[in-house]
């Protein structure tokens, strides 16, 4: 009770709707000393360029400019930083709306403290399912959750065995073998729990034998021991769901051993432009699911790399949907003529196949992005000699050939 | 899988062993609680990584820089931040993990949170009873066992040792004696901190290079140390051997239980303290004194 009085005082003395101000406040939180908080940022600052030359976002005749709020959330060190920071911009900083957030753990928490000030959130980083389980399980509360990118664990666990079907085809061709063995390395951290449990009991559906298990920590700097173990249980798959720096660890000393199998998974660290540099270019072969690319998974997505490209000097990774976070709102505020939360709410459900540059998006009912593969499911992509060359969905213009080692 | 087991733990026992013997030297001998040591050993790191990968410069003479460096800004940690207050122990641990926490957030500033690669001294794999070990990994081994024989001779076999020695053990007496005792625990913090920058240098091409590594290399460390006996290099690198070939049992024994594999090093500590509190080598370091 006390909980609820507080907020409705703190929610009683926050800036009145930005419309009467000209401008629309969007907070970008994530951690902006990292790599998934620069993308945010990044990201966000190109939908607002775009959505401010142009004009600004049209409300009643109005134009209204895109204003963003950097908040660093340092969310990977302090999950009660985050929520401290998602406070800050909802009462000091008055946003209208907030995207981001990257760790689930911590995503969980700021999303209650959204929750509390009634403020839209559009997540684009984390993807523990519970997020949207809120949506279902007390929709009053948690409506103002929309889950932009990824999917939602489960979802990126459909996507995994999608590719790697395909991988394991071709082992199966070029190598010979009828039934590849894997062995997952997955971090001991709750987003990997869904994903290790589904491939445990679906690969054997698959044809493929699962050789062993090997949790390390998520903050591990050496696997070592598990490298050998994985190399003398004879695997031809090393399946990875790995965010940390033991991603960069693993694609090093696999290259460094010289090792046979082929690295594939969630890479973190492999879907950035400095995982060559930091694995001192022995990372060839190392594959993982990622979310841009120079190919046509929609009409936006190569002008959007392009464009992102030329401005930061770097290519995007998928926090950089902060993009088209801030552009379903405009979408949304648009139509509804509103920046009220609640009249915006069933316009975003309402939008279907809604073309973004990092997919095309309809939402469930639980405000996750519905799974499909070419349009929701992102890209997978390889090292290849110093370049990230993207290889699924095969039917994806630009596509290039999976290589083994 | 027994063959793994052997050869994994030696190499991984080794990295420790090289990470442990400046902490041995400035924490087990010299008694002086310096919480910034793996801090130092982590500007090592981004000094050998600015050096070697941004601006080019020949390896050793990148390591050679980084090692002086470091040891140089010790030096004058020293003066300012650990001699001021060198008398009160829990002093000296708090203003040490405030310098710690100084430098991690300046890394943090200066390189931001990404993880960071050196590319090795020698590349190239060795393949022993099946099992692959960088040669990376053996120049560990040898700078390790190189680092050891020196350290020892130092203080075993010069005056300068003896009188760390003499100054860990008895500070007062030490300094009646003539001794001046400030010099000597520079020196001790200098020798120390050059030991972690070669760590540094030579260790960090097998990991990464990130604002927040010098955290786990600590406790390993303190558990190291305290587990071989405060004092005793040989019982470091007893110490640095048992936990590389614990975690490497752990890995091997218990693969979905890998994440455990530091907890279960620190339990085997704990274990062999409630046996053996003075730890397993601290019995000789007591009666050398």
């Known amino acids: 009770m006390l909980r609820k009085l507080l907020v409705a005082l703190a929610a009683a003395v926050i800036a009145p709707p930005a419309v009467a101000q000209g401008t629309v406040k969007i907070a970008v939180i994530g951690p902006m000393a990292y790599v998934q908080g620069e993308n945010h940022w990044m990201g966000a600052e190109l939908a607002r360029d775009d959505i401010n030359n142009a004009g600004g976002i049209s409300v009643d005749g109005k134009k209204l400019k895109v204003e963003l709020i950097r908040a660093d959330s340092n969310e990977i060190q302090s999950v009660s930083d985050a929520t401290n920071a998602m406070e800050r911009v909802i009462t000091r900083d008055k946003a209208d709306f907030v995207v981001g957030g990257f760790r689930s753990e911590a995503v969980i928490a700021m999303q209650e403290v959204a929750m509390d000030y009634k403020k839209l959130f559009l997540g684009c980083g984390a993807a523990d399912a519970k997020l949207g389980q809120n949506v279902e399980a007390n929709y009053d509360r948690y409506k103002y959750w929309f889950r932009v990118t990824p999917t939602k664990s489960p979802d990126l666990g459909r996507t995994l065995f999608a590719v790697l079907g395909s991988i394991a085809g071709q082992i199966r061709a070029d190598l010979k073998k009828d039934t590849p063995k894997v062995a997952i390395l997955a971090e001991k951290v709750l987003w990997t729990q869904a994903i290790v449990a589904a491939l445990q009991t679906n690969l054997p559906k698959m044809k493929m034998e699962v050789v062993g298990l090997w949790q390390p920590s998520p903050t591990a700097t050496d696997v070592t021991a598990e490298l050998s173990a994985i190399e003398r249980a004879g695997a031809d798959i090393v399946f990875t769901a790995v965010s940390g720096p033991v991603g960069i660890v693993l694609g090093r000393q696999m290259g460094e051993r010289k090792m046979k199998a082929i690295a594939f998974g969630i890479n973190v660290e492999a879907q950035k432009d400095g995982f060559w540099e930091a694995t001192a270019g022995k990372g060839n072969y190392v594959s993982t699911l990622d979310t841009y690319g120079m190919v046509e998974v929609t009409p936006k997505m190569i002008p959007f790399v392009t464009e992102f490209e030329a401005r930061f000097h770097k290519s995007p990774t998928y926090n950089a949907a902060t993009y088209d976070a801030i552009m379903l709102l405009k979408d949304a505020i648009e139509q509804a003529g509103s920046t009220n939360a609640d009249k915006l709410v069933p316009v975003l459900e309402g939008f279907k196949d809604h073309i973004g540059t990092s997919g095309t998006l309809t939402w469930d009912k639980l405000h996750d992005p519905v799974w499909a593969v070419g349009k929701t499911s992102g890209i997978a992509v390889q090292w290849q000699n110093g370049k990230k060359v993207p290889f699924w969905p095969p039917l994806v213009k630009g596509m290039q050939p999976f290589k083994l080692p | ?289």
Request: proline letters at 3%; a neutral charge.
């Open chain 2, 1 to 289: 899988m027994l063959q793994d087991i052997l050869v994994t733990g030696l190499v991984n026992g080794g990295v420790y062993a090289l990470l442990a013997i400046g902490f041995s030297l400035i924490f087990g001998v010299a008694r002086i609680v310096n919480i910034a040591h793996t801090a130092f050993y982590m500007l090592a790191a981004y000094c050998f990584y600015t050096l070697l990968v941004r601006l080019q410069l020949p390896g050793t003479l990148a390591a050679l820089i980084s090692v002086v460096a470091v040891t140089a800004l010790s030096v004058l940690c020293y003066r300012l931040v650990i001699e001021p207050v060198r008398e009160h122990e829990s002093a000296v641990l708090i203003a040490t993990i405030a310098l710690a926490l100084i430098f991690q957030e300046l890394m943090l500033y200066a390189y931001g949170g990404n993880f960071l690669g050196i590319p090795s001294a020698v590349e190239g794999v060795l393949t022993v009873f099946g099992v692959s070990i960088p040669y990376q990994r053996l120049l560990i081994l040898v700078v390790a066992a190189a680092m050891l024989v020196g350290t020892w001779l130092l203080l075993y076999r010069t005056r300068l040792g003896l009188a760390i020695r003499a100054t860990a053990n008895d500070l007062e007496v030490a300094n009646l004696m003539g001794m001046n005792v400030h010099r000597v625990a520079m020196a001790t913090v200098a020798i120390s901190v050059a030991l972690a920058a070669i760590a540094g240098v030579v260790v960090a091409p097998v990991f990464v290079v990130d604002p927040f590594m010098w955290l786990t290399p600590l406790v390993t460390m303190l558990a190291i140390v305290v587990l071989g006996g405060l004092g005793s290099l040989k019982g470091s690198l007893v110490g640095a051997l048992i936990i590389g070939y614990v975690e490497a049992i752990t890995v091997f024994a218990l693969p979905q239980g890998a994440f455990l594999k530091g907890a279960m090093a620190l339990s085997i500590m704990v274990v062999v303290l409630l046996i053996r509190p003075e730890g397993l080598f601290g019995v000789v370091f007591e009666e050398e004194r």
